[in-house]
């Protein structure tokens, strides 16, 4: 059987070509191009349009036998009945209800009942305040539906518009208990009227078109399995489903997540609780990680620099560095304060541009650390670690991560979990163990921890708290 797996991520369009019976495998990847300055909001015909391409490349006319879908959570798109845009895919960057959610985030009421329906928080993220924002500037909603990304690519596939519930699980309008639409969340947001899609079981298919079969280069009826997110496909790629795993991405965002048994709610509010589409999930986000980084790089050292030529000058011997807060993108996890406001603060004038890049560095880990924290208090020790993205193209940032945390880690041998992770989902849709040597092959390297660098980085995390606690928006000095 050959499987051709489609991805939108946060940047690029990303396909798989797998073949069951042989285990040749082919990964293709190619950054979108994005009209405007703003990569937060995408036109989401553009994006469906280069996955396409990118798609016909890797099937190269091969007889392909289904179709598997990632993509990211949190993003919207208001369409009309057509599937015509109402709006652009504003992706979960976009911070446009920031003003909307601290206001909502005063009533302490609404923000814990909130959260304890939906396993979410009150903050500019989820598509339920992205529609509330639409609402309040006059776009009306009755009648038109409400996408995503992933869930868009599927109704251009298929003619049908489907969600599975892991995918729904990241919109802020899925009960996290009865697994189902929340009519009282959607009345009190004053969403009624908005059409939601149908949701679906997360092995379901449905058939390839004939209009999209052209665009593939491929036969129509192909079936095509409902798409998942790629933080819950990530979870299965690196084979993360059992209660006490966790998966700990450091990409364009960075994400932990701890697969439990049943929804974990944060008393503190400093968590999520989501679905993969194999179960539930307890999981820590953050808006600044690799951007961060990107960014770092871009105006330190010009954006021709290669991160290659930057590495050898770090060195973890550099101590009192300035201290950086990764919030240039709002904040999630813990504090959900998504006015929050990042940069470099302590600076002093001995301080060189590769102190300060390397400050950023330590930053984007201990704001990942701190949510690490804050999950490991509610749901105990993970019983294993899998660090996968962006980081491990960095030997220093990996020790750097490992270190901090102080808790060995597994580096995933996979580039590409996420895809991998639907792949997976389409062999066990197909009644195939999800398991395969061409997947599974590689034994996984275990990093620890130097217990010599502890006292130095618990002295930074404390520097980076305060900090921390200082950056709280309208309130700086109180935590």
């Known amino acids: 059987m050959l499987i051709l797996a489609l991805e939108a991520s946060t940047t690029s369009a990303k396909t798989m070509l797998f073949d069951t019976e042989s285990g040749e495998t082919s990964v293709r990847s190619r950054r979108f191009e994005v009209d405007g300055p703003d990569s937060a909001v995408r036109d989401g015909d553009a994006v469906y349009t280069q996955l396409m391409a990118l798609g016909r490349q890797a099937a190269s006319g091969r007889p392909v036998d289904l179709i598997v879908l990632s993509g990211t959570w949190h993003g919207l798109t208001l369409r009309e009945a057509d599937l015509s845009a109402v709006t652009p895919v504003m992706e979960w960057p976009y911070t446009g209800a920031q003003d909307l959610c601290a206001r909502l985030r005063a009533d302490a009421d609404f923000t814990w009942w909130f959260h304890e329906r939906t396993g979410c928080m009150v903050n500019a993220v989820y598509p339920s305040f992205k529609l509330r924002h639409l609402a309040e500037t006059g776009v009306a909603l009755a009648g038109r539906r409400m996408l995503d990304q992933p869930t868009l690519v599927f109704a251009r596939l298929t003619g049908e518009v489907r969600m599975n519930a892991s995918l729904a699980s990241g ?136 991160y290659a030529e930057i590495e050898p000058q770090l060195s973890p011997d550099r101590e009192d560095l300035p201290v950086f807060l990764p919030f240039l993108f709002g904040e999630r996890s813990p504090g959900w304060q998504d006015q929050r406001r990042g940069g470099l603060v302590e600076l002093r004038p001995q301080h060189s541009r590769v102190d300060m890049y390397q400050g950023v560095l330590e930053g984007i880990v201990f704001s990942l650390y701190h949510c690490f924290k804050e999950l490991t208090a509610l749901n105990g020790a993970p019983r294993r670690i899998v660090l996968s993205g962006g980081v491990l193209s960095s030997p220093f940032w990996t020790r750097l991560t490992v270190d901090v945390f102080g808790v ?43 217990p010599a660098r502890r006292s130095q980085y618990d002295t930074g995390f404390a520097r980076y708290l305060e900090q921390y606690t200082r950056s709280l928006p309208g309130a700086e000095g109180r935590a």
């Open 408 to 450: 060995p880690m597994e580096v995933s041998p996979r580039q590409h979990s996420s895809i991998t992770g639907a792949v997976r989902m389409g062999l066990r849709a197909s009644g195939l163990p999800q398991t395969h040597p061409a997947l599974d092959a590689a034994e996984p390297e275990i990093l620890h921890p130097d």
């Open 171 to 306: 919109t802020g309008l899925l009960n996290a208990h009865t697994v189902d639409w929340d009519p009282e969340v959607i009345d009190r947001l004053g969403l009624a009227g908005v059409e939601l899609p149908p949701l679906c079981a997360p092995d379901e298919s449905f058939p390839l078109t004939a209009e999209a079969a052209v665009l593939l280069g491929l036969r129509p009826g192909i079936p095509v399995l409902t798409p998942g997110p790629d933080g819950g496909l990530s979870q299965i790629g690196d084979l993360a489903t059992e209660p006490g795993d966790m998966t700990f991405s450091m990409g364009t965002s960075g994400a932990l997540r701890f697969s439990t048994r049943h929804p974990s709610l944060s008393p503190t509010l400093s968590t999520w609780s989501y679905r993969s589409p194999l179960g539930a999930l307890s999981g820590a986000a953050t808006s600044g990680c690799g951007n961060c980084v990107d960014w770092a790089r871009e105006r330190l050292f010009g954006a021709s620099t290669d």
